[in-house]
């Protein structure tokens, strides 16, 4: 688990990283979070982007406000070609500047990402 206290200062990003090395195909990225007086321009969301030209493969919806214990999902499409491997991010997606500032805390629990058949 891990738990995270903003300070209503800019944050480009929380610091949650995970390298990761999926084959080429379909997956699915779980996880549960919980949230009190979360703050930000557009929400945080959880990204996974190729390291290589491929782009985003896909990211969650925005997390923001108050929630109890709730389980968000995105569908992860890794190309055949441009992307050796994976980064899972936890991302503000508001470019540079002032309106990257985020408060509140959010907890973050069982991550997992799932190949669909």
């Given at each position: 688990m891990a738990y995270l206290h903003f300070l209503d200062r800019r944050v480009p990003n929380a610091g949650l990283e995970q390298?990761?090395?999926?084959s080429p195909g379909n997956y699915r990225l779980t996880l549960?979070?919980?949230a009190q007086g979360l703050r930000s321009e557009l929400g945080l969301q959880w990204m996974v982007t190729c390291s290589g030209p491929?782009?985003?493969?896909g990211r969650t919806e925005?997390?923001?406000?108050?929630?109890g214990w709730r389980t968000f999902e995105a569908d992860i499409a890794i190309p055949p070609t441009g992307c050796p491997?994976?980064?899972?991010r936890l991302v503000n997606p508001v470019p540079s500047g002032a309106a990257?500032?985020?408060?509140?805390?959010?907890w973050v629990d069982d991550v997992k990402v799932i190949l669909q058949k």
């Amino acid at each position: 688990m891990a738990y995270l206290h903003f300070l209503d200062r800019r944050v480009p990003n929380a610091g949650l990283e995970q390298p990761l090395l999926l084959s080429p195909g379909n997956y699915r990225l779980t996880l549960r979070m919980r949230a009190q007086g979360l703050r930000s321009e557009l929400g945080l969301q959880w990204m996974v982007t190729c390291s290589g030209p491929g782009g985003v493969a896909g990211r969650t919806e925005p997390v923001d406000g108050s929630f109890g214990w709730r389980t968000f999902e995105a569908d992860i499409a890794i190309p055949p070609t441009g992307c050796p491997g994976q980064w899972l991010r936890l991302v503000n997606p508001v470019p540079s500047g002032a309106a990257q500032r985020v408060m509140g805390e959010l907890w973050v629990d069982d991550v997992k990402v799932i190949l669909q058949k």
